[in-house]
């Protein structure tokens, strides 16, 4: 891990590359214990429903992110590497308590589709799955049984999830400028138009969910390009626009902004 955090990656053996995620993940060692992440990834059963998981493990630090308050959904964002290959490049690993209730889709399964219908400008998935078997909250069970009269319980069921990305992008305010910012933003936008065309809609679109996605190449020249993209995150809370899903209450309040 601090050999990763340390060397830069080169193309070319010449040019360093992704070295904003180089910088986020030796941020992440400092003064932190360093973790073995496992994830089971579940991409096996989007063509077979019972087919077995797959593990997967991925080496972080501390987190990249990580929501405040006790209430919510626990997120947690990390720069992380794949020990597949722990040499190819540095991966997102977010950590959350997933919503599960009927009609909500996975993450993980939003962006499978997303990515297969070609939407561009968004997360490319690795792989994602439930964190064990029996990881989901009893808040709700406990409520329903100490209000037995209730028609309704005003507490989601949450169950530990965990989604690989293969970007890590930065904070969209870490633009160069307002026309960079301008350009950034509109492909996000696009990006969500895409989306709703295959219908999928966001629903929560915010600051921290609009980042900037740096790819680098090596032109004919040897040269290094570097080229700077909008790209729209966080699809957790999207939901199907289409055979009449819009209108579906899913959950007991108000989501999405």
Known sequence: MQERAEEPRLLLEIHPVQEHAREAFRESLKGSRWWKIQVDDESSRESDPSA???????????????????????????????????KRPFVYLKDAWRVAHTGIHKEGETLT???????????????????GLSQTTMSQTIWREENPDALTCPLKTHTHYRLVVREVGLPMSEFQNAQELIFLVARCISAHGD?????????????????????????????LCTHR????????????VQDGQIDVLRQPDRTGT
């Open 195 to 223: 989306a709703y065309r295959k219908g999928i809609m966001h629903r929560d679109i915010s600051a921290g969910n609009v980042l900037i996605l740096v790819t680098e190449s090596v032109d004919a020249q040897g040269n």
């Open 229 to 240: 993209d909008g790209m729209l995150t966080d699809w957790e809370l999207s939901k199907s």
């Open 113 to 131: 589709y997303l990515n297969k219908e070609g939407v561009r400008n968004i997360p490319t998935k690795e792989c994602h799955g439930d964190v």
């Open 52 to 86: 077995p998981t797959t593990p997967r493990f991925f080496l972080v630090g501390k987190p990249h992110f990580a929501a405040r308050g006790l209430a919510g959904r626990g997120t947690r964002g990390y720069v992380a590497i794949d020990l597949q290959n722990p």
